[in-house]
Structures are given as C-alpha cells and as structure tokens.
C-alpha cells in the first residue's frame, strides 16, 4: 500500500501561485507514474497534471502554460507549481500513483484544498 501525502493548499488571491507537494515513503515511488487531479464542489474529479517514472509530462487544458508538475525521487516527492491562479482553479487537489497518466491511480493521498478568492 503506497500512502500519499499532500501538501501546500491554501488561500491566495487571484493571480497568484502555490506549490503543492505529494510525499511517501515508499520505496519503490521512482517507478510509479503520478497524477494531480482536483475536484470543484458539484464537478467531477479531473486530471490536471501527470508525470511519468521517465519524466514524460500531461497538462490538462486548463491548466498548461499556469501549471508545472516535477519530481525529486530522491526526496520520493512530487510537486505542482501553480502560477496565475484563478478562481477556476478553486478544488481540492489530490495526488495519485500508478496507472496511465490519462487515468486515476490505484493509490491516493487525501486531499488539499486549494481556494483562489480576493
């Protein structure tokens, strides 16, 4: 079972940037292909970024040119650099490991609530 942590979220006016971060301690997380997805009250859970075990990268309309997804696996850590928010982006965010990059992984963290509000 591989546990997920997610980090970062907050409140931030639009126009803004956070950083979240997705840990583990999971050994074997280099080999794991890792999505964020974010979920809006009333909406589906959606695929925003995804990043490969090789470093290949997926954005989601929305969210390319304003969002960075990267990985230290030396850290077992993944982060999403979010610029320019919106109040679109206004979702929990969650992290996921395994499957496709165009597909919710088996494993999940918990959440983190990212609010873009002025």
């Known amino acids: 079972q591989v546990q997920l942590v997610e980090s970062g979220g907050g409140v931030v006016q639009p126009g803004g940037s956070l950083r979240l971060s997705c840990a583990t301690s999971?050994?074997?997380?280099?080999?794991?292909?890792i999505k964020w997805l974010r979920q809006a009250p009333g909406k589906d859970r959606d695929i925003v970024a995804g990043i490969t075990w090789s470093g290949d990268t997926y954005y989601a309309d929305s969210v390319k040119g304003r969002f960075t997804i990267s990985r230290e696996d030396a850290k077992n850590t993944v982060h999403l650099q979010m610029n320019n928010l919106n109040a679109d982006d206004t979702a929990v965010y969650y992290c996921?490991?395994?499957?496709?990059?165009?597909?919710?992984?088996?494993?999940w963290g918990q959440g983190t609530q990212v609010t873009v509000s002025s």
């Open positions: 999971e050994r074997t997380f280099h080999n794991y292909n």
């Open positions: 996921s490991a395994g499957g496709s990059l165009s597909s919710p992984g088996q494993y």
